[in-house]
């Protein structure tokens, strides 16, 4: 099984909410990332958390905030978005951190911030 | 500059042999992959190649390394109107955990 899984899977919240996106995966993978992907392009990194800790954070600004309850389990935390915040984001995960080990991806969550 | 190149569009008839190219930018990179993206969905982990390799052949899949030209091409045999998607190579520098993806390839395959 090599099923990562994101819900919800389309989200519009104005610029004053408060939302979450939630991913989870079952392989014992120790490594999880948050991507976003804009329309036509590829995705850009923005969180790496291994072994439930955050080990990288790509230089993203702190309206986004991610979390990792449990070694299954990966948050990311939206407060006061901009219209430009809206994109396809991907989670993904891996055995480790380290290269050579693939990473595999959620079907993402389509955000639209009005 | 850095990016990781790849021809925007490719068109192909069904039953026809796809290439999708893509031309790297680090000659330490250790592991290059080939993900696969249909409309609205994530990506979907086709291949792979360490770089000690010159091919790697999977079914209907073939990946060709040409180290000394940063070179990486897919190959897709008897393509099919299910492979129409996105495809983004993306490279694993040596040491670092971090993928550098290439720009993507939209590939479309005619009846």
């Known amino acids: 099984d090599t099923e990562v899984t994101q819900t919800p899977k389309h989200l519009v919240m104005g610029m004053t909410n408060k939302k979450s996106l939630k991913c989870e995966q079952h392989?014992?993978?120790?490594?999880m990332y948050w991507y976003k992907q804009k329309a036509k392009k590829p995705p850009e990194l923005m969180f790496v958390?291994?072994?439930?800790?955050?080990?990288i954070n790509e230089s993203v600004p702190s309206r986004f905030s991610p979390e990792c309850p449990n070694s299954s389990l990966l948050n990311l935390h939206l407060h006061a978005l901009q219209p430009e915040d809206s994109a396809l984001y991907l989670c993904?995960?891996?055995?480790?951190?380290?290269?050579?080990?693939?990473?595999?991806f959620g079907p993402g969550t389509r955000l639209t911030v009005t | 500059g850095e990016d990781v190149e790849q021809s925007l569009f490719l068109s192909v008839r069904e039953g026809d042999s796809s290439v999708i190219n893509c031309t790297y930018t680090?000659?330490?990179?250790?592991?290059l992959y080939w993900y696969k993206q249909e409309p609205g969905a994530g990506l979907q982990l086709l291949t792979y190649?360490?770089?000690?390799?010159d091919m790697k052949q999977d079914q209907r899949l073939t990946v060709l390394l040409n180290k000394k030209d940063k070179h990486l091409s897919l190959r897709i045999a008897d393509t099919q109107t299910g492979d129409s998607a996105i495809y983004f190579c993306?490279?694993?520098?040596?040491?670092?955990?971090?993928?550098?993806f290439g720009t993507g390839t939209r590939l479309k395959v005619l009846a």
């Open positions: 993306a490279e694993a520098h040596s040491g670092t955990y971090k993928y550098i």
């Open positions: 392989m014992g993978h120790r490594a």
């Open positions: 190649i360490f770089s000690n390799m």
């Open positions: 993904a995960s891996s055995q480790d951190h380290q290269e050579g080990y693939e990473q595999y």
């Open positions: 958390y291994s072994y439930e800790k955050l080990s």
């Open positions: 680090d000659s330490s990179s250790t592991y």
